[in-house]
């Protein structure tokens, strides 16, 4: 009986045919509302459905090679057609190097170096000649005129070549061995052939391009030891005469082969695009032996001959692929009916804000979003952010729709994103943690301690399902960062995110209640320089609703601040208001009943712009609006009647504008605000009377109706009454009197002019 709606047992009342008929009317209206309510749902669903099949289409499901690095292969596996396999980054990079190493060094010859030396060796040779057969000269002045024709020749040289027959032999092995040097060829730059063990090189000679053999070619640096030793074998002991050759050859001789880096670069790129980024494996071809430990490459193979499979079932079999889309099209649409019914149920205030419902509805796209990065990109698993979802629906809903939230993404996860149930779990783990240490935070600007309490738990889950599968320590410290990371990522977007969200889906986060219960906002400083008593019985209303709340399934927090904030349009004229008057004088004396009526409507309407003018969240507005319902200010109605003789008084002048209230915060705000007003105003508040006045009128305000859609029960009813009965026992209750104090109220309450109630 507790669990029924309390308005099912109010005392009944006579119901004429026009409210019977209105009644009826909002019956029928209240029905369609909901139809039409069903359909924009099952059009997010719908949208959902697509964008998840576009961010993840489907691909083959069956898996019928597991076999994974360090798995021992309990068959032998043949490629049952043929197919690529991607080379694994580092083989490629390798694969590369070594095309770019097999490219030859490229040479040019250079033609002009030879012409030029020998026509210049020829042309000194005729000239030695000349003047070592002149006869009239002698041998010094041969000497002399040797030195003037080849400078650079040293003394004992000179007299080698002015002896006719002498010279005759130096200048024929000179001739020779230039023309081997040149045959061969001289390289200036020998640095590429001792890093690689070339044996041949490539050289450019004019539109011709020709091999050379590295064992034939000379290297500059080896020019001077070959031309000595040359020089040793023709001419024995005769230093002079091999003085003599060295000093012309040397002189006559430079590289013919000049490096050309730029084009043996070019060849070495091309070399390397030339490499493809897959190999072929040809049908037959055996992949793995039985009892065979498997290889990272093999496990490469294996990853891309599934791929293929599944890319020829799906290419060949048009049904194959619709089947395949259609199932993933159906989970997904369970999914999310599944879950739009969890809200129906359990949320029915989310489900029935339409607004509500699409900022869950972003959440998810979003986290489809991210999920498909992930697995485009071939990330780990242990990137896909479910810690997200956990956040932003714990902190802009409750933490109740966060841990469902959490439990239903991780089944999308292993349904949709195809990955392993461990991951699952660890990101089970890591969104309720999430969930469970944000609901403990007092600021969003600490939720750098989130993600600390995130990363801690992925790192647990992770060790707890890789522990058994003889994974290194290198690998746990990879997941693990891949976790941190994931947190770190889950925390920020929150961050940023939440602003956005409250901004353009007008929610209100618990951050925000909690910024909004700091007694030093502009606002409440207002209210309390401005109309102390209504800052001081806001603050009471306040500790009395936060304590009731959470026993009949409120917000404790939501309702403190609705408190704190409800009375803020007295800051206008805060002298009507009983709390704020003296003793001695009351301004509603002065003035009708009428119009004492519309100063304490107004103070609805006042606090509605103000509050809009500070920017408050609609809840706080609500409040405003909601906490006096549709109630009639019976003292003033009660007063006009006295004083009226014309019977022209309409009671709904006197009423609050409402609406009524519309969730449990603002009806328990609505009774705090009764009874408090009501307790304060007792002259004798004796346990008894606060009892008797509290129950009558909670009782009161519920056959009013004025209750009727807050969702409040007959057991939660009783709840409010016990507990305000106890708080406002406890803080009016009478005090024992000091000796002397009864005799010296007496004589104040003689001459005192009482102000009569006036309730707000």
């Given amino acids: 009986m507790e669990f029924i709606p309390w308005k099912i047992f109010r005392k009944r009342r006579h119901v004429s045919r026009n409210e019977r008929a209105e009644k009826y009317s909002n019956h029928l209206r209240m029905k369609g509302e909901i139809y039409q309510g069903v359909a924009p749902r099952l059009l997010l669903v719908l949208i959902f459905v697509l964008c998840g099949l576009l961010l993840l289409p489907p691909a083959h499901r069956t898996k019928e090679i597991v076999f994974k690095t360090g798995d021992v292969a309990d068959r032998e596996i043949i490629a049952p057609f043929d197919f690529q396999v991607p080379q694994l980054p580092e083989q490629l990079s390798f694969e590369r190097a070594k095309a770019a190493v097999n490219v030859l060094p490229v040479y040019v010859q250079d033609r002009t170096v030879e012409k030029n030396f020998t026509r210049e060796l020829a042309t000194l040779l005729d000239s030695l000649q000349s003047i070592a057969s002149n006869e009239s000269l002698t041998t010094e002045k041969k000497i002399v005129a040797t030195n003037t024709v080849f400078p650079y020749l040293s003394k004992n040289s000179s007299q080698a070549l002015v002896n006719p027959s002498s010279l005759k032999g130096i200048a024929k092995a000179a001739k020779e061995f230039q023309s081997q040097l040149f045959t061969r060829g001289v390289i200036n730059n020998s640095g590429p052939l001792r890093r690689s063990d070339y044996t041949e ?230 969104g309720t943690t999430a969930v469970v240490w944000l609901q403990k935070l007092r600021s969003r600007t600490h939720l750098y301690s989130v993600f600390l309490y995130i990363s801690v738990a992925y790192i647990v889950g992770i060790i707890s399902v890789e522990l058994g599968q003889a994974n290194n320590i290198a690998f746990f410290y990879k997941q693990s960062l891949w976790g941190i990371a994931n947190s770190f990522f889950a925390s920020v977007s929150v961050m940023f995110l939440l602003p956005v969200f409250e901004t353009v889906f007008d929610l209100t986060t618990r951050f925000t209640l909690l910024e909004l219960t700091d007694l030093n906002k502009p606002i409440l400083k207002r209210l309390n320089m401005e109309a102390n008593g209504t800052y001081h019985h806001s603050m009471l209303i306040g500790d009395l609703v936060s304590a009731v709340a959470e026993e009949i399934g409120a917000d404790p927090l939501r309702a403190r601040v609705m408190a704190y904030y409800h009375d803020v349009g007295k800051v206008f004229k805060p002298e009507y208001y009983a709390e704020n008057q003296s003793s001695d004088f009351n301004k509603h004396e002065k003035i009708t009943p009428q119009m004492s009526g519309l100063v304490l409507v107004s103070h609805v309407k006042d606090g509605v712009e103000l509050a809009r003018e500070e920017k408050l969240p609609s809840i706080v507005i609500d409040a405003i609006r909601e906490h006096h319902g549709k109630t009639v200010m019976a003292y003033f109605y009660q007063k006009a009647l006295e004083t009226d003789s014309h019977s022209s008084v309409n009671k709904d002048d006197f009423r609050y504008p409402g609406p009524r209230p519309r969730s449990k915060e603002s009806a328990l705000l609505m009774l705090a605000d009764t009874v408090e007003a009501a307790v304060r105003s007792l002259k004798a508040p004796t346990p008894a009377h606060i009892r008797n006045m509290v129950v009558k009128l909670v009782d009161s305000r519920m056959h009013e109706g004025e209750l009727d859609d807050s969702g409040l029960t007959l057991k939660d009813l009783s709840k409010i009454k016990e507990k305000f009965i106890s708080i406002l026992t406890g803080i009016y209750h009478k005090r024992i009197a000091y000796p002397g104090q009864d005799e010296e109220e007496e004589e104040e309450e003689k001459g005192e002019v009482v102000a009569k109630p006036v309730r707000s």
Avoid: W
């Fill in 201 to 430: 090189i490539s050289v450019l000679d004019g539109n011709v391009e020709k091999r050379l053999k590295v064992k034939d070619i000379i290297e500059q640096g080896r020019l001077d030891q070959l031309i000595r030793e040359e020089a040793v074998s023709r001419f024995g002991r005769n230093r002079d005469r091999a003085q003599a050759f060295i000093e012309l050859v040397r002189a006559h001789v430079l590289p013919t082969l000049l490096l050309d880096s730029e084009e043996t670069q070019r060849r070495r790129e091309e070399a390397m695009e030339r490499v493809k980024p897959y190999f072929e494996v040809s049908k037959n071809q055996r992949i793995i032996g039985a009892h065979d430990k498997v290889t990272r490459e093999q496990e490469n193979i294996l990853k891309a001959l599934e791929r293929t499979r599944a890319s020829l079932e799906t290419s060949q079999s048009p049904l194959m692929h619709i089947g395949l889309y259609t199932s993933e099209a159906l989970r997904l649409a369970i999914f999310g009916i599944l879950f739009g019914g969890y809200l129906f149920i359990f949320h029915r205030k989310i489900y029935q804000d339409l607004v509500k419902v699409i900022a869950v509805f972003c959440i998810m796209v979003l986290f489809l979003v991210f999920m498909a990065v992930v697995v485009r990109f071939s990330l780990s698993h242990f990137l896909i952010p479910v810690a997200f979802v956990s956040l932003m629906l714990t902190a802009l809903f409750d933490y109740r729709l966060g841990l469902v939230g959490t439990v239903f993404v991780c089944f999308l996860v292993t349904l949709v994103g195809e990955v392993p149930a461990s991951v699952g779990f660890v990101s089970l783990l890591a």
